[in-house]
């Protein structure tokens, strides 16, 4: 919710934008558009939705924004190569951030393949770069929740990128994740997440995207949903 603005994800894989203003009892148009759908893939329309959060002034003028993107594996390499996408899927515990090659926010990480790359840093300008940066890699196999985890804590806890202004009472920093909830390697993800909130004060928000999430990978987003947002096992606080 920003601005007016409300997105809500639904059943067929689509993002739905309504403006929260325009709710009325005698007449309803608060549905603006949709984002995804049936017509195109999950990813497809997952960067139609980030085009359209990255495109709307009314976001990008009160925040900084970068992106990365990340499935499984640390190599780069063919899908059963070492550190590739199904050692690290299954049972390797793999690296995916070994720190940043520029002068940050230029650049991008030093570990940057198929696998995970953060390829725009958080900063003023970072959402002019994230068009592009969309469509540098596609999907590759695998989903290891130690990818946007360790990506996440070692950047922003990385003195070279020096994100976190401890000097700032008011400054609100987030990690968004976007994905199907079928990450692999539960608890060592969230003990990375908890640490990045309790001790960094830095928040993780998760959007299950997509048609056909239940059972354990919903349940995946349920715990992350609190683990980086809050305390309270249930959520409310």
Not at 98 to 109: F, K, L, Q, T, V
Not at 136 to 153: E, I, R, V
Not at 173 to 192: F, L
């Amino acid at each position: 919710v920003s601005s007016g603005k409300i997105w809500v994800t639904d059943l067929k894989g689509s993002v739905q934008e309504f403006n929260e203003n325009n709710f009325e009892d005698s007449t309803d148009t608060s549905w603006q558009k949709e984002y995804g759908g049936a017509k195109v893939t999950r990813y497809e329309g997952a960067k139609q939705a980030i085009l359209a959060v990255v495109s709307d002034s009314s976001l990008t003028s009160g925040a900084n924004f970068g992106y990365g993107h990340w499935n499984s594996g640390e190599s780069g390499g063919a899908k059963k190569s070492t550190a590739g996408g199904w050692q690290c899927h299954k049972w390797r515990t793999c690296t995916y951030y070994n720190g940043w090659n520029g002068d940050h926010p230029e650049g991008r990480s030093t570990l940057c393949n198929s696998d995970s790359c953060l390829l725009v840093g958080v900063s003023p300008e970072g959402y002019t770069r994230i068009p592009a940066a969309l469509e540098t890699y596609g999907l590759a196999w695998g989903t290891d929740g130690n990818a946007f985890s360790d990506m996440a804590l070692k950047y922003y806890t990385d003195e070279k990128v020096g994100i976190i202004d401890e000097n700032l009472t008011c400054q609100l920093s987030y990690v968004i994740v976007i994905g199907d909830g079928a990450w692999m390697h539960r608890s060592a993800t969230e003990a990375k997440i908890e640490t990045l909130r309790k001790i960094h004060k830095v928040k993780t928000l998760v959007v299950a995207y997509g048609g056909g999430i239940k059972g354990g990978h919903m349940t995946n987003f349920n715990r992350m949903a609190r683990i980086g947002s809050c305390d309270d096992a249930t959520g409310k606080g």
